[in-house]
């Protein structure tokens, strides 16, 4: 049972937390529409992030505005409760809560025991009733490796026109259209691979890049343009240590 000297403490931490929840409330209460709190004629002629912020400032103050209201309503239920002689006990058990929980949490209405075994709602979203997934169970197959996913996303539509591409091309349809198969996402496409343990295993090539170089082997030459001369020096670097 609480001496007269704990219910002091409880009672003006409870009256604290009442000016403070009190003060919260009536400073998000709104009562006015976006366009009088952003002190606009109109909201069509700002900028999407402009309004998304006052959006986001509003829904925030209304949860905190809710929030408060909530605990406002069990902070005075614990005060009356004083009146009553009732605070301090387990609502369920009717057992005396210990000092050390009401010090940490003032208005609680149930002992350890009986806040850990409240029951959590299991309710599923009503959207669920709804909404269904577009492509059910797809996140269970192995994802699809596309030949080039931005060749595939800008068939929708991009801003550039056949006027910015080399070649002949009809209408937009036939702008990405890159003609290239076996999975290779460029013509010559190569890159390193590594073991499970990350170890270099050397290059990748494609079937496109083997032949390329194949037949720069057979012909003698480095690059379809002939041999690349050797860059022995740079001239900048040689002048700087002169």
């Known amino acids: 049972m609480l001496n007269d000297k704990q219910k002091a403490t409880l009672k003006k931490e409870l009256y604290e937390m009442k000016d403070h929840l009190t003060k919260t409330e009536e ?16 909201m ?15 829904e925030k103050d209304m949860a905190l505005n809710v929030h408060a209201g ?10 009356q409760a004083m009146v009553d002689g009732s605070y301090g006990k387990c609502e369920v058990c009717q057992k005396d809560i210990p000092f050390g929980r009401l010090e940490a949490v003032p208005y609680t209405t149930l002992c350890i025991d009986h806040a850990t075994e409240k029951e959590i709602p299991n309710d599923r979203p009503v959207e669920e009733d ?7 169970n797809s996140f269970s197959r ?5 030949e080039d996913s931005f060749q595939e996303i800008a068939k929708s539509g991009t801003s550039e026109t056949p006027s910015d591409f080399s070649g ?22 190569e890159f390193t691979g590594t073991d499970i343990n990350g170890k270099s295993r050397g290059f990748i090539r494609s079937d496109a890049s083997e032949k390329y170089e194949a037949e720069l082997d057979d012909e003698g ?7 690349i001369p050797y860059h022995e020096k740079d001239s900048y670097i040689e002048d700087q240590k002169k």
């Open 168 to 189: 002949d091309h009809d209408d937009y349809n036939t702008l990405y259209d890159s003609g290239i198969s076996d999975g290779a996402t460029e013509e010559f496409e």
């Open 70 to 79: 909530s605990e406002l309503d069990k902070v005075e239920s614990a005060l």
């Open 130 to 136: 709804t909404l269904t997934m577009a492509n059910p």
């Open 44 to 58: 069509y002629d700002n900028h999407p992030g402009d309004m998304g912020t006052e959006l986001f400032e509003r």
């Open 27 to 42: 400073e998000t209460d709104i009562k006015e529409s976006a366009q009088e709190a952003a002190g606009e004629l109109s």
């Open 142 to 146: 192995a994802a699809r490796d596309g």
């Open 221 to 227: 030459i480095e690059s379809p343009l002939g041999d």
